[in-house]
């Protein structure tokens, strides 16, 4: 397992741009395959990105494909979510989550979860 925490959220117009970053701990956490997940109120966890680090693939669901970008910066166990022209809609908490699945995006592949990062966008 590894541990991983989240920060970078807040408040911004529409067309404003976040970043939020996503720290890891443990050994193996430089092969996990990271993923970044919302939730909005009433609504069920969505996958948003991910990034394949043993391979260095990323996936991205498509409403927010050409506006946000994973990366990873490995001398600082960190994953990065830029997210760029955002939009009412993407207002929801965002989590990190980390998994030994190189390939599957569905949540319950993830077994390690950061606490949650809210991000609201303002109309």
């Known amino acids: 397992q590894v541990q991983l925490v989240e920060s970078g959220g807040g408040l911004v117009q529409a067309g404003g741009s976040l970043r939020l970053s996503c720290v890891g701990s443990?050994?193996?956490?430089?092969?996990?395959?990271v993923g970044w997940f919302r939730q909005a109120p009433g609504k069920e966890r969505e996958f948003v990105a991910a990034i394949r680090r043993l391979v260095g693939i990323t996936d991205y669901v498509d409403s927010v494909k050409g506006r946000f970008t994973i990366s990873e910066d490995n001398t600082k166990n960190t994953v990065y979510l830029q997210m760029n022209s955002l939009k009412p809609e993407d207002t929801a908490s965002y989590y990190c989550?980390?998994?030994?699945?190189?390939?599957?995006?569905?949540?319950?592949?993830?077994?390690?979860w950061g606490q949650g990062i809210q991000v609201t966008v303002s109309s």
């Open positions: 443990g050994r193996t956490f430089s092969t996990y395959t």
């Open positions: 989550a980390g998994s030994r699945n190189l390939y599957c995006n569905s949540a319950s592949c993830f077994t390690s």
